[in-house]
């Protein structure tokens, strides 16, 4: 089945800096990637994807990029704000069944 | 349009008693999934449902765990017998057609087993 690992497990970075989260993935067949952000004691949130047929996609602060034949994708956050500190999960999804990544969490430093 | 309810939000349960979460996806949505993340951890799937239909169950414990979504009311997840280790948030998922990758969770049932 498909195995999705992420790092780093923990982040700090400086506000107004960018942060990058990697993940990889096993299953050549997963289609579909998305990312969610976890703040502490909430759900998980829905804050961009990327499908395999695109290598990248941008949303204000947030990019994704993916690389399907090393099969791996990234996240991006540029310009940093302390709103952004959260745990934030990678995911690779084929068939409907999501496998998540065990998570980041991201601490911005003031 | 509501998003993805869950309750209760919280439930605290004495070893040995039923645990019963409910579930109740986004409007338009058919199809639910079932997640259990224990404190500083990931989410880990347990299982995928449609309206009267177990699709995938594989990652649900074999003994004392079952779901189902009915034609009419809410998904159920319901844990017997509970034992500490069962402690965690549990969190439902729904996805709508025709992308049912596309996941939006529920506020999460945090269960207490004492």
């Known amino acids: 089945g498909e195995n999705v690992e992420q790092h780093p497990s923990t982040l700090s970075v400086q506000e107004g800096d960018s942060a990058v989260i990697k993940c990889t993935y096993s299953?050549?067949?997963?289609?579909?990637f998305p990312w969610y952000k976890q703040e502490l004691g909430k759900r998980p949130q829905l804050i961009i994807d990327?499908?395999?047929?695109?290598g990248e996609k941008k949303d204000q602060r947030i990019a994704v990029t993916l690389n399907k034949t090393a099969k791996h994708f990234s996240l991006h956050i540029t310009e940093t704000q302390p709103e952004d500190s959260a745990v934030y999960f990678c995911?690779?999804?084929?068939?409907?069944?999501?496998?998540f990544g065990k998570g980041t969490r991201l601490h911005i430093l003031p | 349009n509501a998003g993805v309810m869950q309750n209760p939000r919280h439930l605290v349960r004495r070893r040995g008693q039923e645990a019963r979460l409910r579930c109740s996806p986004m409007?338009?949505?058919?199809?639910v999934y079932w997640y259990r993340q224990l404190p500083e951890e990931g989410l880990k799937f347990m299982v995928y449902?449609?309206?009267?239909?177990?699709?995938?169950e594989s990652g649900m414990p074999k003994e004392r765990f079952s779901a189902e979504f009915p034609k009419e009311g809410p998904s159920i997840l319901r844990i017997q017998q509970v034992v500490r280790g069962d402690s965690a948030a549990y969190f439902c998922?729904?996805?709508?057609?025709?992308?049912?990758?596309?996941?939006?969770f529920g506020p999460g049932t945090r269960l207490t087993v004492l």
């Open positions: 998922a729904s996805s709508p057609p025709p992308q049912p990758d596309t996941q939006y």
């Open positions: 299953d050549s067949a997963s289609n579909y």
């Open positions: 990327i499908r395999s047929n695109v």
């Open positions: 995911a690779a999804s084929r068939d409907d069944k999501i496998i």
């Open positions: 409007k338009g949505h058919s199809h």
């Open positions: 449902l449609q309206k009267e239909n177990i699709i995938d």
